[in-house]
């Protein structure tokens, strides 16, 4: 969208001032343009006109953004609102969104990992022939393993048996260590397995191809047992690689867990089985890596020796990495007086996803209070607090209904590290 266009929009507005859907769309456009300090003109120009509309989510959203554009800019609100503002006209502020940024000390690093010298690129294309689309993303790397807080278990085992046999390929054989079979991420929802699978991949760079399990079944339904084959021939082309399975219980579901009889979901499985066992004969290098919110779903024959045959448990964030998911998500906001110790001592139970929801439902208030107030007033403790008011940890039913596999069908110990975790948390 030029410069041009959405002059024209705005002299559009002039002639429809009451129409909401229109002036929201050009703050959309301004925002896009980096324009944020018009959005926010605009979008208060909405507030003003629909103020007693309660369901104006979509106009917080994008005042949020506008905001948090502004802050990565550097710039200071200024300029005032149109005229038809009413009482939020004066939206003028000296607030320094650079200084508020550096009170949370370092932010977590985003570097771009180097590319990975000897692998080419080129070689593994991230669609194939006779489908027409990409079945998995061959990933640019952005998060690393530094950027995953906590789970310090994890990365310990996820280095011993990925990274470091993929740097030291050569001494991992001498070692006769398995270069074979995989490895399956499980726990709650929300909790870093496909961050942490993503950190993986930054620190494999090009060597790393994610494909997401729904997204197979939703766009190639009837065709899935055809592109899993391609996925892994892509994979073994790129090999020595990761290939990571996100969602797997989608297409390695029980067939005791389905309502109807679904043939093609066997056939499915199947081939996935296929695929690993031949991976397992060639030994080429191909290492998988898959994760589910669902294990006890999963049919057992993938978990089979040479199969997804380690289970590794994603908890719940402890304290300090709560610590350093909120430190995240703040980073990019204006803040005044943000506490993240306390707020990791209270929200024990809380998914990496309910810690991103507190700081954005904080951030709404806030937005809520500059707009009555006329000024940007910066996320402090007091709405905070009132966001964790209405979030509760999601985590907690996903424990409950992993407490009963445990006691009820651990018989060849597959969950002894949940066990653990459920005894020591009083829940066994
Ligand atoms: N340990 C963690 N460190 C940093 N961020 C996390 C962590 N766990 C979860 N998150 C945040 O929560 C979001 C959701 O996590 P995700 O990996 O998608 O969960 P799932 O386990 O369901 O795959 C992530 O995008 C990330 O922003
Ligand atoms: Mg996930």
């Known amino acids: 969208m030029n410069a041009a266009a959405i002059d024209g929009l705005l002299a559009a507005l002039e002639k429809l001032p009451d129409n909401v859907p229109l002036r929201l769309n050009v703050a959309r456009l301004l925002i896009q343009a980096g324009r944020h300090t018009e959005a926010i003109e605009q979008l208060n120009v909405v507030l003003a006109i ?242 589910t919110n669902h294990p006890w779903d999963i049919d057992t024959a993938l978990l089979r020796p040479g199969r997804l045959d380690r289970m590794l448990l994603v908890l719940p964030p402890d304290r300090p990495a709560r610590e350093a998911i909120l430190k995240h998500h703040f980073s990019s906001r204006p803040i005044a007086g943000i506490d993240v110790k306390k707020i990791a001592a209270r929200t024990e139970d809380f998914s990496g996803a309910d810690l991103e929801h507190v700081v954005t439902s904080a951030a709404e208030k806030a937005m809520m209070e500059s707009l009555r107030k006329g000024s940007v007033q910066a996320i402090s403790m007091s709405h905070v607090n009132q966001a964790l008011k209405d979030i509760r940890p999601s985590t907690r039913a996903w424990l409950q209904s992993a407490r009963n596999v445990v006691e009820f069908s651990n018989s060849n110990g597959s969950y002894d590290e949940l066990g653990q975790y459920l005894r020591a948390r009083k829940m066994l």
């Open 50 to 291: 629909d103020a007693d509309n309660a369901d104006n989510a979509d106009t917080i959203q994008l005042l949020m953004d506008a905001s948090a554009g502004l802050s990565t800019q550097g710039q200071t609100v200024e300029g005032s609102p149109a005229p038809s503002a009413g009482p939020n006209a004066q939206a003028a502020s000296d607030f320094d969104w650079h200084r508020a940024e550096q009170e949370l000390g370092p932010s977590l690093p985003a570097p771009f990992v180097e590319d990975h010298p000897e692998s080419d690129p080129q070689a593994i294309s991230g669609s194939t022939e006779g489908t027409g689309g990409a079945l998995f993303d061959i990933d640019r790397p952005v998060v690393t393993l530094a950027d995953v807080g906590g789970l310090d278990d994890v990365k310990t085992r996820l280095n011993e048996s990925f990274l470091e046999p993929m740097r030291n390929p050569e001494v991992a054989k001498a070692f006769g260590k398995s270069l074979r079979g995989g490895l399956l991420l499980y726990g709650p929802p929300g909790c870093g397995k496909t961050f942490m699978a993503r950190a993986v991949a930054g620190e494999l760079g090009a060597s790393f191809m994610t494909a997401t399990m729904t997204d197979i079944l939703d766009k190639y339904i009837g065709e899935t047992e055809k592109n899993l084959h391609e996925i892994f021939q892509a994979a073994r082309r790129a090999a020595p690689a990761v290939l990571f399975l996100d969602e797997i219980d989608s297409v390695a579901t029980k067939r005791s867990a389905l309502s109807g009889g679904a043939a093609w979901m066997r056939q499915t499985v199947n081939q996935l089985l296929l695929e690993l066992d031949s991976m397992d004969a060639q030994n080429d290098g191909l290492f998988v890596l898959a994760a």
